[in-house]
């Protein structure tokens, strides 16, 4: 269940989506300059769907997408809690069950029971083992740290970026770099933003960062799995209506 402010994220991703106004003017982009033509005309022909890198290259700076980290780390410290709360409730039971695990077995019947007691102990011991090692990785992992999207880019659509591009158009790292900056410098020109003078170059460190972080390498798995699979991809990212009535 999405809470209020994962709504509302929503809500207003889908109305930046469906403004007609943003998408003539990130189509307008592409229309002032001949090579910037030659690089869309490349990519339709490639099969990319634009709607869909014009999404990615707008949320791989927009503040929307930045909340996504921000709910992660959210959900990793919810996580963490609920690994300290079973540790020490699976100790407490432990500590519990060990006073009848060791008590006399004088009487015949005893000794089942304090076989079962002694089952219980191990188990809760076990499952404190288990959560501790739960947290331990937890802690230790950048995998719960916001940091780890960047605070000026969202790598995570960078990267979906660069490996859909690749796989539709088989181009080398110079020409995917390329339209990887285009697509973003429109985006930015879509939403009215500013856009940094050396774009090129912060995108580039900005996927390169985001791919040499060994934390990211499930992440980065699951990308270029994801982009090979029309189906999931178009699942995890539902085409938008555009709302004529958005129009200026």
Sequence with gaps: MLTHAQEANSKARVQILSDISIWKSFD???????????????L????????LVGEWAMWSFHELAKEEAKWKRERGEQFKLAQRISIESCNRAASTYSTYASA????????????GFRRLVEQNMRQAKIARQLLDRAES???????????????????????????????????ILGAVSH?????????????????????????????????????????????LDSQRLYQEFPRVRISIQSAA
């Excluded at 307008?28 to 690089?39: A, S």
């Excluded at 995570?156 to 088989?170: D, E, F, M, P, R």
Aim: glycine residues 2%.
């Design 44 to 51: 339709a022909y490639a099969d990319v769907y634009l709607p």
């Design 183 to 227: 697509l973003v410098s429109a985006a930015y020109d879509a939403l009215r933003r500013t856009c940094p003078k050396n774009l090129r170059v912060l995108v580039q460190k900005a996927i390169r960062h985001f791919e040499q972080n060994p934390d990211n390498a499930t992440i980065i798995f699951s990308v270029k799995s994801l982009v």
């Design 28 to 42: 307008r982009y592409f229309c002032n300059d001949w090579q910037r033509k030659e690089i869309r005309q490349k």
């Design 141 to 175: 992992n950048a995998i719960f740290e916001s940091r780890r999207l960047g605070s000026n880019w969202n790598g995570l659509y960078l990267v979906l970026l660069k490996y859909y591009i690749s796989a539709k158009t088989g181009w080398n790292e110079t020409e």
């Design 104 to 115: 006399p077995t004088l009487v015949p019947s005893m000794v089942s029971v304090s076989e």
